[in-house]
């Protein structure tokens, strides 16, 4: 990946980044400073995204051609207490919505906003397309609801857009790439934290066994966003995940046999990480069992774009944060 990969953009416009504290926009600094992209990066403290006001005060202040809105709000067993639903839909929902208002009228602009695997709601056993309908509404949970509501905020401005705009004006179309992923992993609290904090206080642990998925990396997932944006690849929903399944189990026995093996302080024996069904896990919050999604479309879009990386698996990745992770808490 290169910055030259961005060709057909105003250089001199910085790259705007939502949600810079967050595991993907952590992982979206390193990356684009790595690329020596110009960017600006903001957390909540720059522009509340519950405020609209704020947001198209500093839509108009730095005036982005490329847009990567990696905010959320991702407190999924929180999201259902009362007076949380219209919070998560002002930032999961409206907020997106403003972003893809601002951009959808700016030549050759893009949109990368990342959404979850948690607007399925088990209508299928194998992996779900791109294609596959959503929900039902009904069957999700709240966070699931704000991410289904702000894909669909997206599509349907830029859908406005295209169609009332000029047809001479079509070379120049703005885009957007949802990209879908689930399970995602960085630098901030995720599952793998804390099963590795519960496996070095606890002699047994149960881990929910029957809902499937694939373990991501935010910095993977950022390296993604990226690759779209400075791409020629249509518009629309993309699933980001790696290759390889795991249930949230096998990703607990997973991650602690890796920390483990590199010397850090775990007391739970592998044999005593209980599988269990998610019945027997009451949280607020009802999670898909089926949480595959297929990466067909994202492959053959990376391969139209020449991306030379290697597609990866979720072990493999993993065992890399996991060593890492393990070798930083050593040191500290
Ligand atoms: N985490 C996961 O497992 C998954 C995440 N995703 C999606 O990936 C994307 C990135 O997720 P991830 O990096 O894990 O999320 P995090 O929860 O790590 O980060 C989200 C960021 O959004 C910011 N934010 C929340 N509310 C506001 C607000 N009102 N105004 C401004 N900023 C706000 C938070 O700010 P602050 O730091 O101040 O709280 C935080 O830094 C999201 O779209 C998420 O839905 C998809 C599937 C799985
Ligand atoms: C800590 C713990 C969790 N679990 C279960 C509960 C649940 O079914 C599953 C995951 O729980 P968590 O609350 O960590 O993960 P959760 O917040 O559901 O993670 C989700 O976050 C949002 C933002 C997404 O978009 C999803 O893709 C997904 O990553 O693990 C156990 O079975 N045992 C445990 O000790």
């Excluded at 601002?102 to 948690?118: K, P």
């Excluded at 027997?280 to 009802?286: I, L, N, S, W």
Aim: hydrophobic letters at 40%; charged letters at 20%; proline letters at 4%.
């Amino acid at each position: 990946m290169s910055y030259s990969s961005f060709e057909l953009l105003d250089h001199s416009r910085p790259v705007l980044v939502f949600g810079r504290n967050g595991q993907v926009g952590r992982a979206l600094q390193v990356c684009l400073k790595d690329l020596k992209v110009p960017a600006v990066f903001l957390g909540r403290a720059d522009c509340d995204l519950t405020s609209e006001s704020s947001i198209v005060k500093v839509l108009n202040r730095y005036q982005p051609q490329v847009i990567i809105n990696a905010a959320a709000y991702t407190a999924v067993d929180k999201a259902e207490n009362l007076g949380e639903r219209d919070h998560a839909f002002a930032i999961n929902a409206r907020a997106p919505a403003v972003m893809a208002s601002y951009i959808a009228n700016v030549a050759h602009g893009i949109l990368v906003h990342y959404s979850t695997d948690y607007v399925f709601a088990d209508t299928k056993k194998d992996a779900y397309f791109e294609t596959d309908p959503v929900g039902p509404v009904e069957n999700l949970n709240i966070y699931g609801q704000s991410k289904l509501a702000g894909e669909r905020a997206i599509e349907e401005v830029f859908n406005l857009a295209h169609n009332s705009g000029h047809t001479s004006y079509a070379d120049k179309f703005a885009r957007y790439f949802i990209l879908r992923t689930s399970w995602v992993y960085g630098d901030g609290g995720n599952f793998i934290r804390t099963i590795l904090r519960l496996a070095a206080e606890r002699d047994q642990l149960k881990v929910v066994a029957d809902q499937v998925g694939a373990p991501t990396s935010a910095q993977w997932l950022a390296e993604i966003g990226v690759q779209m944006a400075g791409s020629r690849v249509e518009s629309g929903i993309y699933h980001a995940v790696p290759d390889g399944e795991a249930s949230w189990h096998g990703l607990a026995v997973f991650a602690i046999e890796t920390a483990a093996s590199c010397g850090e302080g775990i007391e739970v024996r592998s044999e005593n990480i209980l599988p269990i069904p998610a019945s027997d896990y009451p949280v607020p919050a009802k999670r898909p069992y089926n949480s595959r999604l297929s990466s067909a479309k994202l492959k053959k879009a990376l391969s139209e774009m020449a991306f030379t990386g290697q597609y990866p698996h979720w072990q493999k990745q993993v065992e890399a944060y996991v060593k890492e992770y393990v070798s930083n808490s050593l040191k500290s």
